[in-house]
């Protein structure tokens, strides 16, 4: 039987599928989850604030539920992948999230984090204005090996570029390990533009990498 791949919106019916798709686009094959072990959550802890940001759905950010895209098949949640433009409204992304993330924080979850931020510091990546961002890109490992990853991308820049024709770059962030995640991406016409990297072993005991690469693409 062929396989029927569709892509749509997200809405309120996908959002475990969504949470899936965040927590596992960020633990990137390890054992780390980034921002459990950053605000000393549990992965149930996680999930719940997850579940409360992406009902409110704001956007501008990475946790925004109408700025996924999930690709269907036959049906079935098979991937999912976030975009959206960075401060379009002149807020930094980082602003958004962690304002609504600190909602869901004790003052103790909140001290824990400044104690954490200094050793990370160096993987602190800004996100440019006004430029297409990429981000939670993620296949069930029941569905890889029929290209969805570049079907939704593609998609996400397709609808953008019909809302915003004047868009002329997208971003992502990969971990330098991720060796099929960066060939895909360069199959896309995503170029390396940096990579961000700290020698501090403590590092892998918070985050799936100490070496991230910025890359970017020309839309036009």
């Known amino acids: 039987m062929n396989n029927l791949i569709t892509i749509e919106k997200a809405t309120e019916n996908d959002i475990d599928f969504v949470i899936e798709a965040i927590i596992e686009a960020d633990r990137c094959n390890t054992e780390q989850i980034s921002y459990c072990n950053i605000f000393n959550l549990s992965l149930g802890e996680f999930k719940d604030i997850l579940r409360n940001i992406l009902v409110e759905d704001i956007e501008g ?22 975009s959206w433009i960075e401060a379009i409204d002149n807020t930094p992304s980082y602003l958004i999230k962690y304002s609504l993330f600190s909602q869901y924080l ?76 960066v060939n895909v991406y360069k199959k896309l016409g995503y170029k390396v533009l940096k990579k961000f990297k700290v020698d501090n072993d403590i590092v892998l005991t918070i985050l799936p990498s100490n070496c991230l690469i910025l890359m970017e693409k020309n839309l036009k």
Do not use: W
């Open 61 to 82: 950010h990475e946790f925004c539920l109408s700025c996924f895209l999930v690709a269907k098949v036959n049906g079935i949640n098979a991937g999912a992948c976030c």
């Open 106 to 181: 004790t003052e103790e979850k909140i001290e824990y984090s400044k104690k954490i931020a200094p050793i990370i510091k160096g993987l602190h990546i800004d996100r440019e204005k006004f430029v297409l961002q990429i981000e939670s890109v993620y296949v069930n490992k029941n569905f890889r090996g029929l290209g969805i990853s570049s079907k939704i991308i593609n998609e996400h820049f397709r609808r953008k570029m019909l809302q915003h024709p004047n868009l002329e770059r997208s971003q992502l962030i990969v971990t330098n390990d991720n060796d099929s995640a």
